[in-house]
């Protein structure tokens, strides 16, 4: 059975503080790995993934796959509070279907 | 350009009763799929529809649940004699295509009394 499996499931920090979120993955038919941002509403996309070893990066945050070892981090460096949320992986799994399936996610709360 | 649109926002529903979410895609986007939260878990897909085709509905429950994407109008996911545990909130995504990302809308959050 396909699966996104994150962790920390939470993590608490502060201001300043440099933070590596995790993803790793068992699906078939890999197309892609999507990080997502949600607070108290819809998911923001912040990265698309499709090739190994390539960084992807916006401001504070980065990312990076792995296709050999399957598995993504998200780096968020100088942590502000409002990177406060929960950080979301997804794998498009293809086969015609091209569905995400979702970890449950990483709880970040970075304090004042 | 507006994002995706989901209404309402909000829904309460007595058990036995019927809910209709109604999810219209970014401009352009011919691509939806919903998405259902349970408390406490990670987005679980339901079922993806490309404008009049439902292209894969493996994660939605075989009774009670439908969906639809007509070729006017948004597309509407449909609980018929809600139960308690359809309580959750429920997302819908749209994309341009198959290989680009998708985008969400904010969410219906669904509370069955």
């Known amino acids: 059975e396909d699966k996104v499996v994150q962790s920390p499931l939470s993590l608490v920090v502060h201001e300043g503080d440099t933070v590596t979120l995790n993803c790793s993955y068992e699906v078939t038919n890999f197309r892609s790995l999507l990080w997502y941002k949600q607070e108290k509403k819809a998911p923001t996309f912040l990265f698309m993934l499709t090739s190994s070893g390539i960084e992807k990066k916006s401001g504070r945050l980065s990312s990076i796959l792995d296709k050999k070892e399957l598995f993504s981090i998200l780096n968020i460096t100088a942590t502000q509070t409002g990177d406060s949320a929960i950080y979301l992986c997804a794998v498009e799994a293809g086969g015609g279907t091209y569905k995400y399936i979702f970890g449950t996610g990483t709880r970040l709360k970075v304090l004042a | 350009n507006a994002g995706v649109m989901q209404n309402p926002r909000h829904l309460v529903r007595r058990r036995g009763q019927e809910a209709r979410l109604r999810c219209s895609p970014m401009k352009g986007h011919s691509h939806v799929y919903w998405y259902r939260q349970l408390p406490e878990e990670g987005l679980k897909f339901m079922v993806y529809?490309?404008?009049?085709?439902?292209?894969?509905e493996s994660g939605m429950p075989k009774e009670r649940f439908s969906a639809e994407f007509p070729k006017e109008g948004p597309s509407i996911l449909r609980i018929q004699q809600v139960v308690r545990g359809d309580s959750a909130a429920y997302f819908c995504?749209?994309?341009?295509?198959?290989?680009?990302?998708?985008?969400f809308g904010q969410g219906t959050r669904l509370t069955v009394v």
């Open positions: 995504a749209s994309s341009p295509s198959r290989d680009t990302e998708a985008f």
């Open positions: 529809l490309q404008k009049e085709n439902i292209i894969d």
